[in-house]
């Protein structure tokens, strides 16, 4: 692949994350369990929206071929996304929604707080705007995480069961596969499994506070990212997503 | 900020903009807030207003270059172009002495500098209650009715009211 096809491979990866998480979070409205939490997962998943927009948007001027954020997130199929599993996954109850967004959350503080020093000054903008945000995230969810864990016998029961479902997912996102060594090597990226030791930090962290155990670290799937291989969920996530432009193809406002 | 040399015409853009109102927050307007970045030239003697969203998200941010462009026009500025920056980053330290002001008479407690960073459970920052000026108040919630309040209520006079937070 070329430099620049790689360039959109991976900022494609981006806004997906960005768009499938914010769009998991949208599911969730009007079914909050409380008015507050509504509001606040309403708010961060704007935050996420409007970080893949700014992904997307970049994409679609490095492809080059017209393509812009509205094409990229309505028309491409399942395949075509470049999302991680852990961001496909469903919203479960209240403590796998908390725990998603901690586990994701503090992982793209992470990313974009390499990303802010990127070579590719675009993507280091948009980073330097998106990583005040996710701290905000990381905090407000992470709050969660400790207050049910540290709760009554069965929110802690139910956090304990979020974190261990939800850790099987956690190693893609530190596996680099080509298109990541390539950005790194090129001083775009990261290397991604130099991240995963300030995320461990803070997770356990939480973990502790939260009287949680850190689940072990076994086989972990991959296949989210390169588009090898999505969960099912994907499909259904876009069924509604892509709806309105799959039954009026180019329907604007 | 670019060099800032006394230029009529970039001065009445200037309060051209200070007449645009937030579409949120309409007690202030987008210079207040600080989403007006700065006002200049470009190479060919363009004028440029430079703006900034505040959240990535937040759905105002093309209502705002909306007005902005039907104020310019109806002042005569037709040929002034808007642009959007991202970097460096929208802070509410931008927002001005005079919009802080309005903030707290439209009854938003202004951002509290000395903000807690990063930390799990730190301390809230020390909010003074907009209406009766007691800072005997909570955080009700940490998100409100715009990407950029939160909800707080005042133990003292017992009233709601929200909280522009620090960015």
């Not at chain 1, 908390?98 to 280091?124: H, I, P």
């Not at chain 2, 270059?65 to 310019?72: K, N, Q």
């Not at chain 2, 002034?80 to 929208?90: D, G, N, Q, Y």
């Not at chain 2, 009766?132 to 940490?142: I, Q």
Request: some cysteine.
């Amino acid at each position: 692949m070329e430099t620049r096809e790689v360039l959109f491979e991976y900022v494609l990866r981006l806004g997906d994350n960005a768009l499938i998480l914010g769009q998991r979070l949208c599911e969730l409205l009007g079914w909050a369990p409380e008015l507050e939490e509504e509001m606040a997962l309403a708010n961060i998943a704007l935050d996420y929206i409007g970080q893949a927009r700014m992904f997307l948007s970049y994409a679609g001027e490095i492809e080059g071929k017209g393509r812009d954020e509205d094409q990229l997130a309505y028309t491409r199929d399942v395949l075509d996304f470049r999302c991680a599993l852990m961001v496909q996954q469903p919203n479960g109850d209240f403590a796998h929604t908390m725990a998603r967004l901690f586990l994701m959350s503090a992982f793209n503080e992470q990313l974009y707080g390499w990303l802010v020093r990127s070579k590719d000054q675009r993507l280091a903008e948009i980073a330097e705007k998106a990583l005040k945000e996710v701290r905000y995230h990381v905090r407000h969810s992470g709050e969660w995480v400790i207050r049910l864990g540290d709760g009554t016998e069965e929110s802690h029961r139910r956090m304990q069961r979020a974190i261990e479902d939800l850790w099987l997912y956690t190693g893609e996102l530190f596996t680099p596969d080509e298109v990541d060594q390539a950005m790194a090597a090129e001083g775009i990226g990261p290397d991604l499994a130099a991240l995963k030791p300030a995320w461990q930090q803070k997770v356990e962290a939480v973990l502790r506070e939260a009287t949680l155990e850190r689940p072990a670290d076994g086989w972990m799937p991959t296949g989210g990212k390169d588009g090898r291989m999505h969960s099912e969920h994907l499909g259904h996530i876009l069924s509604e997503l892509q709806f309105l432009q799959r039954a009026y193809p180019g329907l604007r406002w | 900020m670019g060099v800032e040399v006394r230029d009529p015409e970039l001065e009445r853009i200037r309060a051209v903009l200070t007449q645009v109102q937030d579409p949120e927050i309409p007690q202030l307007s987008v210079v207040d807030l600080g989403i007006v970045r700065e006002v200049v030239r470009d190479e060919a003697g363009v004028p440029v207003v430079r703006i900034t969203p505040t959240y990535s998200g937040c759905p105002a941010t093309a209502l705002i270059e909306f007005e902005i462009r039907r104020a310019l026009d109806a002042a005569g500025f037709a040929e002034a172009r808007i642009e959007t920056v991202l970097s460096p980053p929208w802070t509410t330290d931008w927002i001005t002495e005079e919009g802080r002001r309005k903030l707290k008479a439209a009854g938003i407690a202004p951002p509290a500098p000395g903000e807690r960073r990063g930390a799990l459970f730190a301390r809230d920052p020390e909010v003074a209650c907009p209406r009766c000026g007691s800072t005997d108040t909570a955080k009700v919630s940490e998100f409100g009715s715009t990407p950029c309040k939160a909800l707080w209520r005042c133990r003292s006079c017992r009233e709601p009211f929200e909280y522009f937070k620090c960015l």
